[in-house]
Structures are given as C-alpha cells and as structure tokens.
C-alpha cells in the first residue's frame, strides 16, 4: 500500500502496470479503487488507469494476448492531439518466449506502416530485456530494435547516461528491464522525467 499511496501523491492522471496477475473482476475493481480510477483496463498481466475525469480512454483489441494493452488516449475539451498508448509484459521465462512475443507484436497491425497508431504512440512496461546485456538480439527481432532506436526515444534513460536507472532487483544484482518509449518527434519536447 505504500507504492500505492507513493504513486497518488505524484498525482498522475494515467498509471501503467504490468505483472498485474489481476484476473477477477472484484480485483480489478478494488484495484482502480486504489489509485482512484475514472477509467481502467485490464489483462491478466497489465492494467492502464485514468485518474483523470477529463481523459478517456479506448481500449483497441488488436491482439489477443494478455500481455499487452492498446488503447486510444484523448482529452474531453481537446487539450491535447489523441494519442495511442501501449503497456506490455514480455515473458520472463525465456528469450525465445520473448522473442516470439516481440515479433508476434512488431507484426501487428499496431505497427503496420499504412496505420498510424506508431506516430503518435507512448509505449510502456516490463520488456525482460536490457539494453546494456551483449545477448539483446535474443530477445527480439532485429526489426523491433530499429523500430525502437529509429521511431521512439527512451523517457527514463536518455542514449548519454552511462549507467541507466535500474528498474529491477534480484539480491544485490540491479538492471534495466522497464522502459518507457514515446513516439520522436511528437512527444519529444513534451515528454520530461522525475
């Protein structure tokens, strides 16, 4: 409950989540309680929350996989240009898994070029990769990382720091599994970290 009440007080008016394992509806409820949704969607393994009345949220099912959740962002009075909004879990128990899951993603039509969905996109969530591990083309198709590298930019870790902040922790061992990603050039003067 402290991450919880720690995230409220930033008061923040979209929460992505992944690792959820929120499968029931009385969860998934008490849990939008919690963080004080107007709005929120859930999978097994992710969840995106408004706390803000004057957002809406669409959620667009594009694949069916519970790994993932794609949505359509907007502001009631226009504030701000739609956008689309991705959280995603990959599977932590083994490249190929990971492999498989990135690839099957790359190919949807979420990124299908003639859509535009990846112009104007924010993506999120538990990626079970690092960018800093020599072993990284194990994890997903060399088209998900020029996509990525050429398409988006990393709101956590910008490409000059040398040591990215650790979002994961196993015993006294620290990496970089999480990452944030929005669309460049469109979000790139908007889009600052804590």
């Known amino acids: 409950m402290d991450l919880i009440r720690h995230i409220k007080e930033q008061q923040p008016h979209i929460i992505t989540l992944q690792e959820t394992h929120i499968s029931t509806p009385f969860n998934q409820e008490r849990f939008g309680n919690y963080f004080g949704a107007t709005q929120a969607f859930w999978t097994h393994s992710c969840g995106i929350i408004s706390t803000c009345s ?102 956590i870790n910008n490409e000059s720091e040398t040591t990215p902040l650790p979002t994961f922790r196993r015993g006294n061992s620290t990496s970089t599994i999480d990452y944030i990603f929005a669309s460049a050039p469109t979000f790139q003067n908007t889009i600052t970290t804590q």
């Not at 949505?71 to 991705?86: D, G, S």
């Open 54 to 155: 004057d957002i809406c949220i669409t959620q667009l099912h594009i694949l069916e996989d519970d790994r993932h959740l794609f949505t359509r962002v907007e502001h009631l009075q226009q504030a701000f240009t739609p956008f689309y909004l991705l959280t995603i879990y990959a599977p932590s128990a083994s490249p190929t898994l990971r492999h498989r899951f990135f690839t099957k993603l790359y190919h949807s039509p979420i990124f299908d070029p003639p859509l535009t969905y990846s112009q104007r996109m924010i993506i999120t969530g538990d990626f079970n990769y690092s960018y800093q591990r020599p072993d990284l083309h194990r994890n997903a198709p060399p088209e998900w990382f020029a996509m990525l590298t050429n398409n988006f930019f990393q709101c």
